[in-house]
């Protein structure tokens, strides 16, 4: 089957007078109709520019892709104009920003910006009247009274305005739909119920789906495939049973599933991922992973770690679990393994 989306080897910088920002590094993935892939990492890592670059909305002075290929369906998205890219983004491809309370404009009421992607992406040739039973429609199905569609967003509650948002997102039918964080700032009740709603929508319409977040518990919920996200780089990607079916790990991986806690067994003490992530405008050489690292070596601070392939499931690691040893300094690396 082939990928609804494919992304090959991008690059994405944010270029000033002052300093340059390594954002995305040489990232590839692809994801299959009606799939779920998550994009899990810390804040920073580059999760969303990765989703903008997608959609074409990088700032239009500092944001630039430098290399690789944006494929959706049968378009190369990044070599499309803008005029033909507006005919794709928020019809074919749509997204759920990661915050409501800026995502929706405080003047107009919900319903007339559920109606305006209909309006602006009308290939059906909807009158005015067809508009507004769809946009109803729409507001059902997420759960909101079509009868709340003349509402402002301030007369609805955190949730209900994210509901909102997914209801802009879906009401045009996308193949792909793209979740930034999706639940940030909501409530453990209704996190839950704004997930189980994408994964009910999504069997039901058969959308491909790109879910980014920094939560390993929303992945293991909601994703089929999943890309550990670290500097701008892909560091493991695999299946869902890959990553959180144990065996081998990136220690970046590691480390994120040493800070979840334990709802089983003895309690433990967490271990948090020591240090930060690296400074985008000074990325360190080899692995971008290696000033945090307890395993790290010589040749990690070194040379460029390649991507190991096993069974299908990716690791950017030197080191297979069998051969790392805990450094508590530098460590070292044969010479052959630095040439």
């Known amino acids: 089957m082939n990928p609804v989306l494919e992304v090959k080897n991008l690059s994405v910088i944010y270029k000033t007078d002052m ?7 040489d990232i590839s993935f692809s994801l299959e109709k009606g799939k779920t ?3 899990v990492g810390e804040t920073g890592a580059g999760k969303t520019t990765t989703a903008l670059s997608i959609l074409g909305l990088l700032p239009e002075r500092t944001g630039q892709i430098t290399s690789g290929r944006i494929v959706f369906e049968d378009a190369v998205l990044n070599e499309l104009s803008r005029r ?23 003047v107009l009421t919900v319903g007339d910006q559920i109606a305006e992607a209909l309006e602006l992406h009308n290939e059906e040739h909807l009158n005015k009247w067809a508009i507004e039973k769809k946009v109803e429609e729409t507001l059902e199905m997420v759960g909101i009274p079509k009868e709340r ?35 940030t700032a909501l409530d453990v009740t209704i996190q839950a119920q704004i997930l189980t709603m994408i994964c009910d929508l ?25 890309a550990i996200v670290y500097a701008g780089e892909i560091v493991e990607y695999g299946s869902l049973l890959d990553i959180f079916g144990g065996g081998s790990h990136h220690p970046y991986t590691e480390g994120l599933f040493g800070s979840i806690p334990s709802l089983t067994g003895h309690a433990k003490r967490l271990q948090p991922i020591e240090g930060l992530l690296p400074d985008p405008t000074d990325l360190p050489a080899g692995c971008k992973f ?13 040379k460029q770690p390649p991507i190991r392939e096993q069974n299908g499931h990716q690791i950017r690691c030197h080191y297979t679990p069998d ?16 040439e």
Do not use: W
């Open 19 to 25: 300093e340059t920002v390594y954002a995305v590094n």
């Open 37 to 39: 892939l998550g994009l």
């Open 84 to 106: 033909e890219l507006e005919r794709i983004r928020g019809h074919r491809i749509s997204m759920i920003f990661q915050d409501p309370m800026t995502a929706l404009n405080p």
């Open 149 to 183: 569609k003349n509402e402002y967003p301030h007369q609805f509650s955190g949730g209900m305005r994210q509901r909102v948002v997914i209801a802009i997102a879906l009401v045009c039918n996308p193949g792909l739909l793209i979740a930034d964080e999706p639940t």
């Open 202 to 226: 999504q069997r039901k319409y058969g959308t491909s789906v790109i879910m980014i977040t920094h939560d390993l518990g929303v992945v293991a919920e909601t994703c089929d495939q999943v």
């Open 290 to 302: 290696s000033p945090r690292c307890k395993y790290c070596t010589q040749l990690c601070r070194q």
């Open 323 to 338: 051969s790392r040893t805990i450094t508590a300094d530098a460590g070292t690396a044969r010479k052959e393994d630095l």
